[in-house]
Nanobody, 129 residues
Framework: VQLVESGGGLVQPGGSLRLSCIAA????????IGWFRRAPAKGREGVSCISGSDGTTHYQDSVKGRFTISTDNAKNTAYLQMDNLKTEDSAIYYCAAAPKNAPFEVVGGPLDDFSYDHWGQGTQVTVSA
């Protein structure tokens, strides 16, 4: 399994970016795809995730209304549309995959990284004036 992110970059506050995650070696319909981020001196946190089987989505409170997660299962690609970006969104963003039957409710929910066993290499997002 290989996950490859792209789309990061430098953007001004209020701007937008769209991250992409192309997956090889897995069937999106059997997985939950998550986006996580790690800012300097902070731990990794879940941003959003989507079920590849039924499209159910979850968002961290701080990004609700600004970020949108989606997938194109035919292309095995997940997207994270990020609008109205803030400086505090600056981080390395990672996509990850968890089996759709993972016990999310036991380990902290679908935005907890515990259940995700496939990870990309990350893409840098910097929001700065």
């Amino acid at each position: 399994v290989q996950l490859v992110e792209s789309g990061g970059g430098l953007v001004q506050p209020g701007g937008s970016l769209r991250l992409s995650c192309i997956a090889a070696g897995l069937n999106f319909g059997d997985y939950v795809i998550g986006w996580f981020r790690r800012a300097p001196a902070k731990g990794r946190e879940g941003v959003s995730c989507i079920s590849g089987s039924d499209g159910t989505t979850h968002y961290q409170d701080s990004v609700k209304g600004r970020f949108t997660i989606s997938t194109d299962n035919a292309k095995n690609t997940a997207y994270l549309q990020m609008d109205n970006l803030k400086t505090e969104d600056s981080a390395i963003y990672y996509c990850a995959a968890a089996p759709k039957n993972a016990p999310f409710e036991v380990v902290g929910g679908p935005l907890d990284d515990f259940s995700y066993d496939h990870w990309g290499q990350g893409t840098q997002v910097t929001v700065s004036a």
